[in-house]
């Protein structure tokens, strides 16, 4: 039942270790997007997906990639982990992704990570 | 400037009372505005979206806009101990595509 599930919902890892977070939607949004959340709640996008192109590609690292193999999913791997990354990503889907999109995001639970 | 800014709070507002959540932002041509509410631990979640300038009501939540001003806000009346959580408010920058949100405001009801 869960509409935009995420896995895994934590992660410890140590520095420089390559790890992947998964994102899965099942309620037939066209667009996903992937959104870090600092400790202080800031809510940061990094990525959006329409119909599995990247539309929306925010300053971030090269280490991390995203794949979108169909709509319905969007991955995220990150390469050599930075202590810097320890953060909280929230995997979120809308159907749109202009101004005009009804209802907002939908967002996943999150995968909170920390880099050791 | 940050596209868009809150009041981080915290908050504190009397069980009952009209708590009132602001955000301003730094694009004049934001067309869409959603405000979300997250519990600790827990992932955003839609309360109410804006487009048109004036207020929107949904049951507790009034939404108010002001496009001269560059001034959203959130009240809610009648709060609750279970309205306590994160508010954070989302703008449509650049053209349209994409969504900033605020730091966010911690709101406590205290009972």
């Known amino acids: 039942d869960t509409a935009v599930s995420q896995t895994p919902k934590y992660l410890v890892t140590q520095m420089g270790n390559d790890k992947s977070i998964k994102c899965e939607q099942n309620?037939?949004?066209?667009?996903m997007y992937w959104y870090k959340q600092d400790s202080k709640k800031f809510l940061k996008i990094m990525f959006s997906?329409?119909?599995?192109?990247?539309?929306i590609n925010e300053t971030v690292p090269n280490r991390f990639s995203p794949k979108s193999p169909d709509k319905a999913h969007l991955n995220l791997h990150i390469n050599s982990l930075e202590l810097g990354d320890s953060a909280v990503y929230f995997c979120?889907?809308?159907?749109?992704?202009?101004?005009?999109?009804?209802?907002?995001?939908?967002f996943g639970s999150g995968t909170r990570l920390t880099v050791v | 400037q940050k596209e868009v800014e809150q009041n981080s709070g915290p908050l504190s507002v009397p069980e009952g009372a009209i708590a009132s959540l602001n955000c301003t932002y730094s694009?004049?041509?934001?067309?869409?505005f959603f405000w979300y509410r997250q519990y600790s631990g827990k992932s955003p979640e839609l309360i109410m979206s804006?487009?048109?300038?004036g207020d929107k009501e949904d049951g507790r939540f009034t939404a108010q806009l002001n496009k001269a001003s560059q001034y959203v806000s959130l009240l809610i009346r009648d709060s609750q101990p279970s309205d306590s959580a994160t508010y954070l408010c989302?703008?449509?920058?650049?053209?349209?595509?994409?969504?900033?949100f605020g730091t966010g405001t911690s709101l406590t009801v205290i009972p």
């Open positions: 694009d004049r041509g934001s067309q869409s």
């Open positions: 804006i487009y048109s300038n």
């Open positions: 309620l037939g949004h066209d667009t």
């Open positions: 989302a703008v449509n920058i650049r053209g349209g595509n994409q969504f900033y």
């Open positions: 997906y329409n119909n599995k192109e990247l539309i």
């Open positions: 979120a889907s809308s159907q749109g992704w202009t101004a005009s999109m009804e209802n907002g995001y939908t």
